[in-house]
């Protein structure tokens, strides 16, 4: 016979439920596992500190098939209520600095395979949380064994455009192209390295390709050469010109249709300022590079003018850029110019450390 008291339906008070899962801890920590399955599964989580008894051990034999793959959350496509700050366009959104080897070809129908710096990066509309940027990385590995410097950008660029469902994308390559190069006089050569970019971007269907050289050369002052001569004139005075090493940034668009070798922009900046820096110098080639710099004097807005006639003079290239950056011997402070054509690269706002990406480490 079942005796019910008053008392069996009453909810117990938060103190007694409180004294009586003490005395469940106080159990359970004397008591082994199987004596508290025994008493009820659910009393390990009563009794511990609620979190579940995981397995510390990498499951290597763990297969992930489509159905369990379905399961696993995705934040960054998921819907606008996740979106935080303000709903509005991001203009680039993606990677830099993912590194794999792509091969380039050179101008005498060779081929060379360089480490790359890819950044990649799409615009994000103002409704969508984010992207899935391993997308960019995957359609980059699918293209580089098969293709070519601009090939591989621009078949990476339409997968990703697709897949991410970007109205915008922009990808650029970044690497050190190696040109063997002479000496002056002593009939030696050594390896020169360019730092090169390869850009494309894709902006409302519209697509540019652009190439970015950086250009190392000395740059001897005028102002001094002749100051110098005048202390030898005048007074018997020995004195030497200062000069410096300096870099130009040249950044060209290429004409739809048109091949501009990396050798070509090399050339280029070369016919404008012949006083690149050396690789392998012996006496006779220092004693020349001495005697070039002497006849090839510049200010740093002589460059700029200097490269942008050459550049003017090749039908092959249509908007450009040249940064140059003249790093003083004589002041702690550098000498530095701009100068564009076209609108591609017209500003009115320059980055605040873009003077200080030339500087060239050896």
Known sequence: ????????????????????????????????????????????????????????????????????????????????????????????????????????????????????????????????????????????????????????????????????????ARIQMRFSFPVKVQSLRSGLSGWQYYDIALELVDRAGERLKIMHLDYVYSSTCPCSLELSEHARRMRGQLATPHSQRSVARISVVQQPGRCLWFEDLIALCRDAVPTETQVMVKREDEQAFAELNAANPIFVEDAARLFCAQLQSDPRIGDFRVVASHQESLHSHDAVSVLTSGPTFAQASLDPRLFGTLFHIG
């Open 1 to 168: 016979m079942n005796i019910h008291t008053p008392e069996i339906d009453r909810k117990p008070s938060r103190e007694e439920a409180e004294a009586a899962l003490a005395v469940l801890r106080q159990w359970a920590g004397k008591a082994t596992d199987a004596e508290i399955a025994a008493v009820d599964p659910a009393a390990r989580a009563l009794a511990g500190d609620g979190y579940p008894d995981l397995s510390r051990d990498y499951p290597a034999e763990f297969q992930v098939d489509a159905a369990y793959k379905d399961t696993l959350p995705d934040l960054q496509n998921g819907p606008a209520s996740l979106i935080r700050g303000a709903r509005t366009q991001i203009q680039h959104v993606g990677i830099s600095n993912f590194r794999l080897p792509i091969r380039y070809r050179t101008r005498d129908a060779g081929e060379v395979l360089l480490e790359t710096s890819v950044t990649g990066t799409v615009s994000l509309e103002a409704e969508k949380k984010g992207i899935n940027m391993s997308r960019i990385m995957r359609s980059f590995y699918a293209h580089a064994e098969r293709d070519f410097s601009f090939e591989v950008i621009e078949h990476a660029l339409e997968d990703y455009k697709r897949d991410l469902e970007s109205f915008d």
